[in-house]
T-cell receptor, first 115, second 114 residues
């Protein structure tokens, strides 16, 4: 029973490049959430998606960041023209469809380093 | 707006000591949920417990126990007879009716020395 799968585990990008982070939710889960953890800080909510829909993106930076969760395939968090301040751990989580307050099942995160 | 405060940034104890991690929250919601997560040095997040706002019963799970007090807006976490493997960052989190959109505290780094 695979958990939430995130890849890559580590990603290094130079300033100005694009970063694509992937997240496959647990089987049967169609709710996906992205969080960012800056060094020495807690997790901050970024975006909540269901299949083909962005439900809540109140935590997403207005520029350079986008997220999608297509009908087929993993959820993607895309960061364009990365800057050093984007260096962080990005966590994806999924939840069960019918339980509005089930706990989040987190992936192991993607550590993005911008050089 | 929701807020979670973990006032203890770092705690260091010697193995077998008991340790309590504090969590204070703020919310205007009447229905809300509180969580504790563990983040070991390997970096993943491990769910420990969820508590809803209508259930103030304390809970014990092995060496772990949680004390939820609405009157003081606190949800404290106690580890009894700590072990080296308990060394990790512990996060308290709060959500409204959508657990996916949780507000996390900044975490408490617990170091248990042998």
């Amino acid at each position: 029973n695979a958990g939430v799968m995130q890849n890559p585990r580590h990603l290094v990008r130079r300033r100005g490049q694009e970063a694509r982070l992937r997240c496959s939710p647990m089987k049967g889960h169609s709710h996906v959430y992205w969080y960012r953890q800056l060094p020495e800080e807690g997790l901050k909510f970024m975006v909540y998606l269901q299949k083909e829909n962005i439900i809540d993106e109140s935590g997403m930076p207005k520029e350079r960041f986008s997220a999608e969760f297509p009908k087929e395939g993993p959820s993607i968090l895309r960061i364009q023209q990365v800057v050093r301040g984007d260096s962080a751990a990005y966590f994806c989580a999924s939840s069960e469809d019918r339980v509005p307050n089930s706990p989040l099942h987190f992936g192991n995160g993607t550590r993005l380093t911008v050089t | 707006a929701q807020k979670v405060t973990q006032a203890q940034t770092e705690i260091s104890v010697v193995e077998k000591e008991d340790v309590t991690l504090d969590c204070v929250y703020e919310t205007r919601d009447t229905t809300y949920y509180l969580f504790w997560y563990k983040q070991p040095p390997s970096g993943e997040l491990v769910f420990l417990i969820r508590r809803n706002s209508f259930d103030e019963q304390n809970e014990i799970s092995g060496r772990y126990s949680w004390n939820f007090q609405k009157s003081t807006s606190s949800f404290n976490f106690t580890i009894t007879a700590s072990q080296v493997v308990d060394s990790a960052v512990y996060f308290c989190a709060l959500s409204g009716t959508n657990a996916g959109k949780s507000t996390f505290g900044d975490g408490t780094t617990l170091t248990v020395k042998p």
